[in-house]
């Protein structure tokens, strides 16, 4: 395994669309983030996933944000009707709950522009 | 409310020399973690310390180590003989086991400068 895994890269969409993208966490971490990272700024937490279950989300996740993780595998988060205002880098990071650090390990991201 | 404050948006450093990173911290939480990622060009945010808020020793990782002032609320890390390739943006972040679910909050990150 050679780490958190994040499809795509790169994504350009137009203003109105709908985007999915997909995060392949370390096989055997039951943690799951999501974060958005704007230009400048430090990642923002979106949602977290503790196996297949969504234990929190952000008031930054408005309603046209979506996050799921079935089986508790990897996990994809959607984006309803895209604005301008979506364009950002979105992280996902995934950890264990055993050991005292349990350090999140990141992806390499995907950055989403909307035009 | 926590909060994460990093005050320098860019440092420069001499290749070979060290340099500090400034990070305080809000929280009235007794336990948390403060942790640094360094984020190159990729994007990739890439693990470097950890100090959980119970340790009295100050935590090392190579080059690079935490200079951790609990009564100060102050967290700076400080890498020492700086490559070229350290230069990226840093950033450091809070982890609040209670009520938090271990989601990280971040700090608006400094960008180092590692000149030849």
């Known amino acids: 395994d050679t780490g958190v895994s994040q499809n795509p890269r790169h994504k350009i969409t137009k203003r109105g669309q709908n985007v999915t993208f997909r995060c392949d966490p370390i096989?055997?971490?039951?943690?799951l983030y999501w974060y958005r990272q704007t230009l400048g700024q430090g990642p923002e937490f979106l949602t977290y996933?503790?196996?297949?279950?969504?234990?929190?989300k952000s008031r930054l996740l408005s309603d046209r944000f979506s996050a799921e993780r079935p089986k508790g595998s990897f996990s994809t988060l959607e984006i309803q009707r895209t604005e301008q205002g979506d364009s950002a880098m979105y992280l996902c990071a995934s950890s264990s709950s055993t050991g005292g650090r349990a350090e999140a390990f990141f992806g390499q991201g995907t950055r989403l522009t909307v035009v | 409310a926590q909060k994460i404050t990093q005050t320098q948006p860019g440092m420069f450093v001499q290749e070979k020399e060290a340099v500090t990173l400034d990070c305080t911290y809000d929280t009235s939480d007794q336990s948390y973690g403060l942790f640094w990622y360094k984020q190159p060009s990729s994007g990739e945010m890439i693990f470097l310390i950890y100090q959980g808020s119970y340790d009295e020793q100050n935590a090392t990782e190579g080059r690079y180590s935490l200079n951790f002032q609990k009564a100060r609320k102050s967290a700076n890390l400080v890498i020492s003989a700086s490559q070229l390739g350290d230069s990226a943006m840093y950033f450091c972040?809070?982890?609040?086991?209670?009520?938090?679910?271990?989601?990280?909050?971040f700090g608006a990150g400094t960008r180092l400068a590692v000149h030849p």
């Open positions: 972040a809070m982890r609040r086991p209670s009520g938090g679910y271990n989601k990280l909050i």
């Open positions: 096989s055997e971490h039951n943690r």
């Open positions: 996933f503790q196996n297949e279950a969504q234990l929190e």
